[in-house]
């Protein structure tokens, strides 16, 4: 029931991804698609089990996601006009996360790595579970306020 559980929600998060993409869905490309996503959902559970990855989620984390929608529209004015200006702008800095059980840290680990990835102004270069930190690569003025989100 857990295996199902957790191939379903990559599943779903994967199928909403692919349709985030498609600017005609046919029912060939649902098909495929849908296909596509539940091998990546089996592969994903497989390769954490393989690297005996446990993730506990906490709720609060997902107002982070409110903070991404200003933020992509923000930061993707402020790369473009930051790059074009100066094409070697940007810094990298070591993210300090909170210390918690393993588990809750790599759960933090990967859904601050999500949502501070998904951002124009900020990539993520290096994270690993237990070291308590995430490498990324910011723009000038991007991303302080994900930061402060993803570190309480």
Known sequence: ??????????????????????????????????????????????????????????????????????AAVRESVLALSTVFRHPAAGAFEEVELPDEARRVHDGRLAAAAFVLGCTPGTMVVAGAPGTGRLVVHRLPGSGERTLRQVQR
């Open 1 to 70: 029931m857990r295996a199902a559980l957790e191939i379903g929600a990559w599943w779903c998060g994967l199928c909403g991804l692919w349709l985030l993409t498609l600017s005609t869905p046919s029912p060939p490309e649902l098909i495929a698609g849908a296909i596509a996503a539940l091998v990546a959902a089996s592969a994903a559970r497989a390769a954490r089990r393989a690297l005996h990855g446990g993730w506990r989620i906490r709720l609060g984390w997902l107002r982070w996601i409110g903070f991404l929608a200003v």
